[in-house]
């Protein structure tokens, strides 16, 4: 016979409310008509950067990739790979690479997410065609997003575990070496790396506040984002980068610095002539 605690029950729903208003740094206009331990472990997100010399238990690789394996993708095509790193030495260059990311080389395990089309012109060379769909945009999209969806599947499970993580988008900065440093062949590239271990206590890591909803959900219709939701979303950010103890910019300063020119892209304004160069026609 179970036993209804309705302090129990309040006390699950403010705790479940404020897993929603953590994630806007506001008090959300909507209460969950539900909830379970995934919905639970996806708000409660946020990015690793500090991780303890500690090496993750054999077989979490593999787990973790069963997971990324179990995201949907586009025809079945799985135009994806991922290439593990746990040397120390391979993970100080393509810190290096990255631009100097101290996490990628302090992290146990550093995962390169991959366009992986050769595996589909080998497919289509032994079917006795040269898999011409692959030359265009395209093809090249479905690699990407089933890249994404592979490697946010991961995170999930990374989060779910206690673990952390952290995407570098870095490691487009100088795709080149990448490929080189992995030995990727032509058709081939890496789109993002994520560092993977168990985050160091010692480092307050807080929910990272996302724009209002009312930014980013249009019924039926596009309406757009209105200023006055960049202007308190300034103000959430300012109150979240002061308690994480960064300079106090906002979202729009940075962002629009961020998108200001090629060179705010920091090597990756050419990335349509490497990829030609990688074995990508992108037509």
Not at 78 to 85: G, I, P, R
Not at 196 to 204: L, R
Not at 243 to 261: F, V
Request: some cysteine; aromatic content about 8%.
């Amino acid at each position: 016979m179970s036993i209804f605690d309705p302090a129990r029950t309040i006390d699950l729903q403010q705790q479940q409310q404020q897993r929603v208003t953590n994630r806007y740094g506001t008090e959300a206009d909507f209460s969950p008509p539900f909830w379970n331990d995934t919905i639970d472990v996806l708000l409660n997100h946020r990015t690793t950067r500090a991780y303890l010399p500690r090496p993750l238990p054999q077989g979490s690789l593999e787990l973790l990739v069963a997971a990324a394996q179990s995201a949907p993708t586009s025809s079945n095509l799985q135009a994806w790979s991922v290439v593990a790193v746990e040397d120390s030495d391979r993970k100080a260059r393509l810190a290096d690479f990255t631009g100097g990311n101290a996490h990628v080389k302090q992290a146990p395990l550093f995962l390169v997410w991959l366009v992986d089309l050769k595996r589909l012109r080998n497919v289509a060379a032994s079917q006795g065609n040269d898999g011409e769909g692959l030359d265009y945009l395209e093809s090249f999209l479905i690699g990407a997003i089933d890249a994404a969806l592979a490697a946010q599947n991961a995170v999930s499970a990374i989060d779910s575990l206690g673990l952390g993580s952290c995407y570098v988008g870095g490691i487009r900065n100088r795709p080149e070496d990448v490929s080189h440093e992995l030995r990727l062949p032509s058709g081939v590239v890496a789109l993002f790396g994520l560092s993977v271990g168990y985050p160091d206590p010692a480092v307050k890591t807080d929910v990272k506040p996302r724009l209002p909803q009312s930014s980013v959900l249009f019924r039926e219709t596009y309406s757009g984002t209105e200023q006055h939701d960049l202007d308190s979303y300034d103000e959430v950010m300012k109150v979240f980068q002061e308690r994480q103890g960064l300079p106090e910019y906002g979202w729009t300063a940075p962002i629009a610095k961020r998108i200001e020119n090629a060179e705010a892209l920091k090597g990756r304004a050419d990335l349509k002539q490497t990829l030609h160069r990688l074995g990508f026609s992108i037509k």
